[in-house]
């Protein structure tokens, strides 16, 4: 909305599910197949940690990030990598600047360049090659879609999600996406967010929850929405995907299909509102102005659910 009237519209499939798998909310198509993009990565954390990868709480809620690349970050990959007698020099995902403002002009600033680990999918990436190295599978081919880390990946998706992995392709860190429904993405984080505990699904639920930053960074909205509500976990994923998990069991999973990410965070903080689900972080997630010579004079604002 600007100045009262309708500027433009993100239309999106939004879907909740409870702790059986069943429908609480669904609008759109949300038993079509999505890329998830990075709101897989929490699944593919749980694939490593099933495989024998032992990582700290911080470090695996860093193997389920899109990081801002902030010094704190950048050091826990270079702990997981070292971990494993590793550089960041085997890191194969994309080069690029960090995603938060502040640590990017740095980096500009002081000459540098898109690296590797400054890509926001790097502590992914490092967790992958510690995989491998903990089963001596081959480090250098550890993107590849037939890849014994990969398969592994693909078949915890299938499992947690209950679905047929229907498509396969390159993400843009440059390690295999697969696609999976709206539905069943919701279902897995309804699983792991309500595992019990000891298990590699709860390892991963516990270290999002108790180190949100590394899942983020400074100001991001799944960093206050992990802080802000008891027992929750979420990931966000690029092409405006959101998943969120509770410790009741249920799952909530939204695609915008323009990949408008602006609308994302207030249709997930409508939704979670008509669920009952109480959080510190809504009005962050509400707060999508739309300025005019700098001012506010109007907002995103989510209709329909």
Known sequence: MRGGFVESAHRAS????????????????????????????????????????????????????????????????????ASVSLTEGALQNTPDYPLDEAARNAVIRNGGGKLPITQNCSGKHAAMLATCVVNGWDTATYRDPGHPLQQAIAETLAELTGDEITATAVDGCGAPVM??????????????????????????????????????????????????????????????????????GRGIALKVADGGSRAK?????????????????????????????????????????
């Open 14 to 81: 939004v879907v909740a599910t409870a702790a059986d798998g069943s429908h609480l909310l669904a609008l759109g198509a949300v038993d079509d197949p999505v890329f998830p993009r990075s709101s897989n990565k929490p699944l593919q954390t749980l694939a490593m940690v099933r495989a024998g990868l032992r990582l700290a709480p911080q470090h695996l809620a860093l193997a389920s990030a899109s990081h801002s690349g902030e010094d704190f970050h950048l050091e826990g990959v270079r702990e997981v990598l």
């Open 179 to 248: 696609a999976v429904t709206l539905a069943g993405l919701a279902r897995a984080f309804g699983r792991l967010a309500s595992a019990e505990p000891g298990t590699p699904e709860a390892m991963v639920a516990d270290g999002i929850r108790a180190f949100p930053a590394y899942l983020g960074g400074t100001g991001r909205d799944v960093t206050a929405l992990v802080e802000g509500t008891p027992g929750l976990i979420a990931k966000d994923g690029a092409e405006a995907v959101y998943a969120v998990g509770l410790a009741d």
């Open 265 to 305: 965070p207030v249709i997930l903080a409508a939704v979670m509102r008509r669920l009952g689900i109480e959080s510190a972080a809504l009005a962050q997630l509400e707060d999508a102005p739309v300025l005019g010579h700098g001012e506010p004079v109007g907002a995103v604002v989510a209709v329909g659910i």
